[in-house]
């Protein structure tokens, strides 16, 4: 079975390009969070979706940050203006229904910006 | 009050030894505690889980022992192995509606051969 999609899995732009990562979730799961993964700060949760829906951004650290989930089937997540310091992995999870609670990880995209 | 915090930042241990990892939660609502373990190149996976109606679960090498009144929780890994070599990451969540962790900060265990 496929996993969570991510892609691309390496990106590498200057500062103020944009940048979107994108996400598949695994078919049939209701839930979707984006990470981000950093040594200094560990995993943090940026923002999730529950049917597709928004339900808390607060993890968003600017409104250079925004996403989206247009579909059950499909994430982005768009810096714009990208920065230095936002150079990380970002992760996309999924989950499914219920209270199993699992969180089933992508492989990451890990973005610098010079 | 929704931190975790966990140590130590990153552990040595010889084959056949035993690994504990540390975490500390503040938010007493918190009532799902899971363990994370990534390899180097992928995302974490789910290793294994409590709820503070159990003080511990094992499952093969791997125990979580669980201290609802210190607010504390840990990982050992019995007989450790090369092949445990990985980072990993306690958390806490909510059950009640959309599971929303907050994962510590991470432990990088080495397993020496």
């Known amino acids: 079975d496929a996993g969570v999609i991510q892609s691309p899995r390496h990106e590498v732009t200057e500062m103020g390009q944009e940048v979107t990562l994108r996400c598949k979730p695994i078919s049939g799961h209701n839930s979707l969070f984006w990470y981000r993964q950093t040594m200094m700060r560990g995993l943090e949760l940026l923002i999730y979706f529950n049917n597709n829906v928004p339900i808390d951004d607060s993890g968003m650290p600017e409104d250079r940050f925004s996403a989206k989930m247009p579909n059950a089937s499909f994430s982005t997540l768009k810096i714009q203006p990208s920065e230095p310091r936002d150079s990380a992995v970002y992760f996309c999870?999924?989950?499914?229904?219920?209270?199993?609670?699992?969180?089933?990880f992508g492989e990451g995209s890990r973005l610098t910006v010079l | 009050q929704q931190q975790v915090k966990q140590s130590p930042q990153s552990l040595i241990v010889q084959k056949g030894g035993i690994s504990i990892i540390n975490c500390a939660y503040e938010n007493t609502a918190f009532d799902y505690f899971p363990w994370y373990q990534q390899f180097p190149g992928k995302g974490p996976a789910l290793l294994i889980a409590i709820r503070p109606d159990v003080s511990e679960k094992k499952e093969g090498r791997f125990t979580i022992s669980f201290n609802k009144s210190a607010k504390q929780f840990s990982l050992h890994i019995m007989d450790s192995q090369p092949g445990d070599s990985a980072t990993y990451f306690c958390a806490a969540s909510l059950t009640s509606g959309t599971y929303k962790y907050i994962f510590g900060t991470g432990t990088r265990l080495k397993v020496l051969a």
């Open positions: 999870a999924s989950s499914l229904p219920g209270l199993t609670g699992e969180l089933f």
